[in-house]
């Protein structure tokens, strides 16, 4: 597609509750990155993947948050056992090349809110 | 380590005159350094880039930015402010070879008309 979808843009669970969230690249970005924006703070990264393999995952806060992109393209964001501090707008990016040197393209989020 | 600080959470300029939004950078080797626009409701929006070259970068929308090292700075700039420049405004910064970019938290840039 033109840009990076994401979807859904909106999603309320409750406490303790599994969520997956979805990310559509720009077609022939092989590099994908999760960040996490909470109100009032800049992007907080999560994790990157360079293909298939997530390549830095340092990101992520605890076990409970996992990221695959099985087959190179859409990546699948996924929150087990969801708590209220998890509540942000999780943010998919893509980019040309490695390591983003030429600036992401940004999706427009999906905004979680657990109650 | 990288770090970036946005020391200003909210700039407020007239339209026609110029305008500076101003980040500090903390990083142990050589920088990458980026602005990114959030539009109300909407993604954010890669503005320009420092990768090596020239200090002053131009980027999209009339924006520039003067990378000084010595100052460890990159602050963004534009000679005549619009109301639609408008925004929250981040800057970023990863190392060169590491994939991680850090934002900083975001400075509200208001045009007053």
């Known amino acids: 597609g033109a840009g990076v979808s994401q979807t859904p843009s909106n999603k309320v669970t409750e406490k303790g509750k599994y969520v997956e969230l979805r990310c559509d690249p720009i077609s022939g970005h092989t590099a994908l990155y999760w960040y996490r924006q909470s109100l009032g703070q800049g992007p907080e990264f999560l994790i990157y993947f360079q293909g298939t393999g997530a390549a830095d995952d340092s990101g992520l806060p605890n076990d409970r948050f996992f990221a695959v992109r099985p087959e190179g393209s859409v990546s699948t964001l996924k929150i087990q056992r969801t708590e209220r501090g998890d509540s942000a707008v999780y943010l998919c990016?893509?980019?040309?090349?490695?390591?983003?040197?030429?600036?992401?393209?940004f999706g427009s989020g999906t905004r979680l809110t657990v109650v | 380590a990288q770090s970036v600080a946005q020391p200003e959470d909210q700039v407020n300029v007239a339209e026609g005159n110029p305008l500076t939004v101003k980040c500090t950078y903390s990083?142990?080797?050589?920088?990458?350094l980026f602005w990114y626009v959030q539009y109300p409701n909407r993604g954010l929006q890669f503005l320009l880039k420092y990768i090596t070259g020239d200090n002053l970068v131009k980027g999209s929308y009339g924006f520039e930015a003067e990378f000084n090292k010595s100052q460890t700075s990159f602050h963004l700039k534009k000679p005549s402010a619009l109301v639609s420049d408008s925004a929250l405004y981040f800057c970023a910064v990863k190392i060169r070879g590491y994939q991680k970019v850090t934002f900083g938290t975001g400075t509200k840039l208001q045009v007053i008309p």
């Open positions: 990083v142990s080797g050589n920088p990458y």
């Open positions: 990016a893509s980019s040309l090349g490695i390591g983003g040197d030429y600036g992401y393209t």
